[in-house]
């Protein structure tokens, strides 16, 4: 079993809906997770991050972490189609070593 | 202020070439990370610098090497390529102190042929 695992997707919703993305994980000692945006071409953009479980929200952007069921989301109001991109989760067991999920595609059609 | 930044965007090597990837961190960051994001594999944990040691590398061989110089900047080389090195090469940096942040540059394309 995978440390992190993401759907791959894609993912297409029109402008303006609601996004869920997901993952779950294996690894009960992660206590960060993250999520990052990447953009096609381009770097990883670190978009939310959430110690230990609850909810963190910024903006139309919400993160959730159930850690009793190892699974994490980030939701996205009223969606965009600048928010087109690859959404990657990320964990750690606060040290370096951030485990990455595949990621999932996205596409926001106007 | 300045994020990270990484050189050349684009490499093209034949097998058995080495190849130098750099990178500079974020000011004030002593923390540079190396990954690799290949093609259906996700991103891979390469290697951890901080305050130039080599602090902890991931699960590659011993021809992915790297340092870094005293003004934080870091250099990842790859030694005797082989195609399967093909891939983005991304270098994060963060705060000592706070390892799970980490700022991600536009990475390296490096393409084996």
């Known amino acids: 079993q995978k440390e992190v695992e993401q759907d791959p997707g894609p993912l297409s919703v029109p402008e303006g809906a609601i996004v869920s993305l997901n993952c779950t994980y294996s690894?009960?000692?992660?206590?960060?997770f993250m999520w990052y945006r990447q953009y096609s071409r381009k770097g990883p953009e670190l978009l939310m991050y959430?110690?230990?479980?609850g909810n963190k929200e910024d903006g139309r952007f919400t993160a959730q972490v159930d850690k009793s069921s190892k699974y994490i989301s980030l939701f996205i109001r009223d969606s965009q189609p600048s928010d087109s991109a690859t959404y990657l989760c990320?964990?750690?067991?606060?040290?370096?070593?951030?485990?990455f999920g595949k990621g999932t595609l996205l596409t926001v059609n106007p | 202020e300045a994020g990270v930044t990484q050189s050349p965007t684009h490499l093209i090597k034949t097998r058995g070439q080495q190849a130098t990837l750099r990178c500079s961190p974020i000011?004030?960051?002593?923390?540079v990370y190396w990954y690799q994001q290949a093609l259906g594999l996700g991103l891979q944990f390469l290697l951890w610098?901080?305050?130039?040691?080599?602090?902890n590398r991931g699960n590659f061989p011993p021809r992915f090497s790297g340092r870094q110089f005293p003004n934080y900047s870091s250099e990842l080389n790859v030694n005797a390529l082989e195609l399967e090195d093909s891939a983005l090469y991304l270098c994060?940096?963060?705060?000592?102190?706070?390892?799970?942040?980490?700022?991600f540059g536009p990475g390296t394309r490096l393409l084996v042929l």
């Open positions: 994060a940096s963060s705060y000592v102190d706070n390892q799970e942040t980490q700022y």
């Open positions: 690894n009960s000692a992660f206590q960060y």
């Open positions: 959430t110690y230990s479980s």
């Open positions: 990320a964990m750690s067991v606060s040290n370096y070593k951030l485990t």
């Open positions: 000011s004030g960051h002593t923390s």
């Open positions: 610098y901080d305050e130039g040691e080599e602090r």
